[in-house]
């Protein structure tokens, strides 16, 4: 095995300057499977794609195939979708309903906890002593918060409530609405030849790209968000936010009116008339704070690898698939109670703008592409990469909220706070390193 | 226009009107000509792109509907003139220099209706983009087309394309198919 790359000269202390191989290098990317995506808490699903007894969907924890799927017991579970026999993968549909899962190549059978039911033959063919628990599939540590289902494959990861931090309080503001929120699915998905921390990123508090990147969309259905066209004008009121564990966001509230957002139509009437009639029962059940945020428009990162847009209501994974690619999959957001015409016409925004033909999302991929691959150069790789909007002005204290925050919301301090937590997460062997690292920084 | 067993195919001259109606609107979408496009379609147009998953042959869900599922696109009249109006902003940089696209509409059939001014026409598509320096993509599709006749011209009334790839596999596919 090659010595490890020294990862802690890749990122600059105060994650304002960056090493382009770590948006480039195989053993980096390998680095980041064992240490960023085997010992973070991955999102799933959310219980609303996995309603019934026996639902089942597949997915990706990095490169680890994984099976999602509620028990007879109700208990929704995960574990690696690779049969222990041979290897093959066991379950080839995206979803559906199964009270088993059979691997194609010689039939063994798992139930819906992953523990082995059947092998064929099995008394006449395999050692009186066969131990069978030891052909078990390898289980998903899966916790939830608030319907939303993610898992971790390291014991020794703090909570997923920990894990999640300030970022939960923040989190509350779309989740904690009375009938909390849904995803609906089944997730667009889409190739990109990109390094998935470009997008991470993007969506952690890139709002100085919108006016720019996006001008021709936002020209044509900008409404509100017109001001931000051409990058003429720092948005007003705008703010960003940065946790200890990586994750952040940005927010534009819209104060007395209905903050900015992309609707059009009829949906932007039943979206106004939601937000505007929703706004004063978040006040009373979540406080000041988070109804100015309930009526904000938002882009934000989970770390590692989950994005979302409130007011676009667009909810992603950035699945990795090597340094220079990976997978967009892409759901709709939307609250439980919302009425069900409201609902269809938010998964038709989200469509038309952050879907595969999307309007806006399509501006996105090529410049992701563009970000990665100029790294072929030897002379360009080893040319830095620039954070530094708004270094030195973050506010670590904040009277209002639990987490750092920056004005204005064109900034980078979240994006520093990301690279400063994968540098963290890649740097430290333990978790106990890796909190005491992250508490140290954030301590007040 | 006497009547026709609706699902019986169009008669000869009529079939060579309908696929003339495809090869031309393959040329004009080719050619960036997206308002003489428009200018095909219907009011009503219902412009769907359903994603395809990966299910069980014994899985007994309903096909997806533009309500009960996700979709690539979903677009009617309006949704459609927003795309082209991002076109004609000048500001559209991810086509500008502009994409090379050329497509092979193939597998024609055009059958008569119970509506005697409609028919329901299947086409088989293959659509190369070619993008920049060396960027390619191949793009396979079966479209089920309503046509109707109005005044004289035919027009296009609704379009559900049955899309072959699950993952998209180029970064986007902001193209009409």
């Given at each position: ?355 595969v033909a ?87 | 226009m006497?009547?026709h067993t609706p699902g019986s195919l169009v008669a000869l001259e009529l079939h060579y009107v309908v696929q003339s109606f495809l090869f031309r609107e393959a040329r004009m979408l080719d050619g960036e000509q997206f308002r003489p496009w428009q200018a095909t379609l219907t009011d009503d147009i219902h412009y769907w792109l359903p994603i395809r ?10 096909e997806p509907t533009p309500?009960?599922s996700?979709s690539v696109y979903n677009d009617d009249y309006?949704d459609i003139?927003?795309r082209i ?14 994409s090379r696209i050329r497509r092979i509409v193939s597998n024609v059939e055009a059958e008569y209706t119970d509506n005697e001014n409609e028919l329901n026409v299947f086409s088989n598509i293959i659509l190369y983009r070619n ?5 390619e993509a191949w793009f396979v599709a079966a479209r089920r087309d309503r046509l109707r006749l109005v005044?004289g011209a035919w027009y296009l009334a609704r379009r559900h394309i049955v899309f072959d790839q699950h993952?998209v596999l180029d970064?986007n596919l902001s193209v009409f198919l």
């Amino acid at each position: 095995m090659g010595t490890r790359p020294n990862i802690s000269e890749l990122v600059r202390p105060d994650g304002g300057i960056q090493d382009r191989r770590i948006y480039w290098d195989e053993d980096i990317y390998q680095m980041e499977l064992e240490r960023i995506f085997a010992r973070s808490w991955l999102f799933l699903a959310h219980d609303s794609l996995v309603l019934e007894k026996g639902d089942f969907l597949t997915t990706f924890m990095g490169q680890d195939r994984v099976i999602v799927t509620r028990g007879q017991d109700g208990v929704v579970r995960a574990f690696l979708n690779s049969c222990a026999h041979r290897g093959n993968i066991i379950c080839r549909a995206d979803s559906g309903n199964a009270k088993n899962f059979v691997c194609n190549y010689h039939g063994w059978a798992y139930g819906s906890d992953g523990r082995i039911s059947d092998i064929p033959l099995k008394d006449e063919i395999y050692p009186k002593d066969f131990d069978t628990s030891t052909v078990d599939l390898k289980q998903v540590r899966v916790e939830s918060y608030r319907g939303f289902i993610f898992g971790t494959f390291d014991d020794s990861a703090p909570s997923l409530s920990d894990y999640l931090g300030e970022m939960g309080w923040y989190f509350d503001t779309f989740m904690d609405v009375p009938g909390g929120s849904e995803l609906l699915g089944p997730p667009t998905k889409v190739r990109i030849k990109a390094n998935w921390k470009f997008f991470a990123e993007n969506f952690i508090g890139d709002f100085y790209h919108a006016g720019w990147t996006h001008a021709a969309a936002i020209k044509v259905i900008g409404g509100a968000l017109m001001g931000i066209l051409g990058n003429q004008a720092v948005p007003e009121g705008a703010m960003q936010f940065a946790t200890k564990y990586g994750h952040g966001f940005n927010a534009a509230p819209g104060n007395d009116e209905v903050f900015p957002h992309i609707h059009q139509g009829h949906t932007a009437e039943m979206w106004e008339d939601w937000v505007r009639s929703r706004t004063p029962v978040l006040k009373e059940r979540l406080g000041e704070e988070r109804a100015t945020l309930y009526n904000a428009i938002w882009d934000g990162s989970m770390f590692p690898n989950t994005s979302f847009l409130r007011g676009i209501d667009t909810w992603k994974v950035w699945q990795p698939r090597g340094p220079r690619e990976l997978e967009v999959w892409t759901w709709t957001l939307v609250e439980r109670d919302m009425p069900e015409e409201l609902k269809r016409g938010i998964r038709h925004t989200n469509e038309k703008t952050f879907g595969v033909a999307g309007i806006l999302e399509g501006d996105d991929g090529e410049n992701m592409e563009g970000n990665t691959n100029t790294s072929e150069g030897w002379v360009t790789r080893g040319e830095p990469l620039n954070a530094e909007m708004g270094l030195g002005e973050e506010q670590l204290d904040s009277e209002q909220f639990p987490s750092m925050m920056s004005e204005p919301g064109d900034n980078e301090a979240a994006q520093r706070n990301f690279l400063r937590m994968w540098e963290t997460m890649m740097s430290c062997d333990t978790w106990d390193e890796i909190m005491a690292r992250r508490t140290k920084e954030h301590n007040k | 226009m006497s009547a026709h067993t609706p699902g019986s195919l169009v008669a000869l001259e009529l079939h060579y009107v309908v696929q003339s109606f495809l090869f031309r609107e393959a040329r004009m979408l080719d050619g960036e000509q997206f308002r003489p496009w428009q200018a095909t379609l219907t009011d009503d147009i219902h412009y769907w792109l359903p994603i395809r998953e990966n299910r069980f042959r014994k899985d007994k869900r309903p096909e997806p509907t533009p309500e009960n599922s996700s979709s690539v696109y979903n677009d009617d009249y309006t949704d459609i003139e927003h795309r082209i109006q991002r076109f004609e902003t000048g500001l559209a940089w991810i086509e500008d220099p502009p994409s090379r696209i050329r497509r092979i509409v193939s597998n024609v059939e055009a059958e008569y209706t119970d509506n005697e001014n409609e028919l329901n026409v299947f086409s088989n598509i293959i659509l190369y983009r070619n993008r920049r320096q060396d960027e390619e993509a191949w793009f396979v599709a079966a479209r089920r087309d309503r046509l109707r006749l109005v005044d004289g011209a035919w027009y296009l009334a609704r379009r559900h394309i049955v899309f072959d790839q699950h993952v998209v596999l180029d970064e986007n596919l902001s193209v009409f198919l």
